[in-house]
């Protein structure tokens, strides 16, 4: 697809071949995260971190979060390296709160609705 965009200059093919709904990409993040769910590092913070990756990916990109973070890089363009850098892991550790956040709203969320659920069936029972 990519060298029928090129050589026949296919703006259509090469839009799809470059977007995030083309089977490729998608086949090539997904193999590249079973490989590197497999990876453990001895670090504890890349251990805390790294599960959450997907959690900012998708904040960030979603239609709300871009609309919401695009100015914190607009920012950081204007600032050397080092800020840019701060300000990206800033924005990552926002993420991966949010994220931590969720999964225990949601743990006490189910845990309740498995009491819940425990109770009703008792009482058919």
């Not at 799809?16 to 079973?34: D, E």
């Not at 800033?90 to 845990?111: D, S």
């Amino acid at each position: 697809m990519v060298a029928i965009g090129y050589f026949r200059h296919n703006l259509r093919i090469m839009s799809y071949v470059n977007s995030y709904y083309n089977p490729i990409i998608i086949t090539l993040v997904g193999s590249l995260i079973l490989v590197f769910e497999q990876i453990k590092f001895s670090s504890k913070t890349i251990n805390w971190i790294t599960p959450n990756i997907l959690a900012a990916y998708l904040i960030t990109e979603n239609f709300y979060g871009s609309r919401l973070f695009k100015d914190w890089f607009y920012i950081a363009n204007e600032y050397p390296i080092i800020r840019f850098f701060g300000i990206a892991l800033a924005l990552t550790m926002l993420c991966v709160l949010i994220e931590k956040g969720r999964v225990l709203m949601m743990a006490t969320l189910q845990k309740r609705w498995a009491e819940k659920l425990e109770k009703w069936l008792n009482k058919l029972n």
